[in-house]
Structure formats: structure tokens, C-alpha cells
């Protein structure tokens, strides 16, 4: 039920988020190469941002 930077390290910023069970959220990045759990972000990106469900996220945005 909470977010926030992670890192920063000039590269890359990294977001770890927790959604409560039973809720979903929209989740908008910062523009540039996402990876979620360290794997290519697989989930499709409208208007700059995506729906997830309940569980815990890492996503890692390096800018273009």
C-alpha cells in the first residue's frame, strides 16, 4: 500500500509498489525502458501508464 523510489543512481530509478488484496491500481512511470521483476515489461502501456492487481512490484525505468 505504498510506493516510492528505491534507487537513483543517475541510470536508472527503481519503484517498489504493493497493491492491498483484493484492489487494483494504475500504475504511470516516467518515460523510458521498463523492466518489472527485472524482466522487459510485458503488460501494454496506454496513455503512460497500466492496470495491475493485488501483489508487489518492482519496476526499474532506465530514461531514454
Given at each position: 500500500s505504498g510506493s516510492g523510489v528505491v534507487e537513483k543512481d543517475g541510470q536508472k530509478l527503481e519503484?517498489?509498489?504493493?497493491?492491498?488484496?483484493?484492489?487494483?491500481?494504475?500504475?504511470?512511470l516516467p518515460k523510458g525502458a521498463v523492466l518489472e521483476n527485472g524482466k522487459p515489461l510485458s503488460r501494454k502501456i496506454k496513455d503512460n501508464g497500466f492496470a495491475v492487481g493485488s501483489g508487489r512490484y518492482l519496476f526499474s525505468v532506465a530514461p531514454n
Open positions: 519503484f517498489e509498489i504493493t497493491i492491498p488484496a483484493n484492489t487494483r491500481a494504475r500504475i504511470a
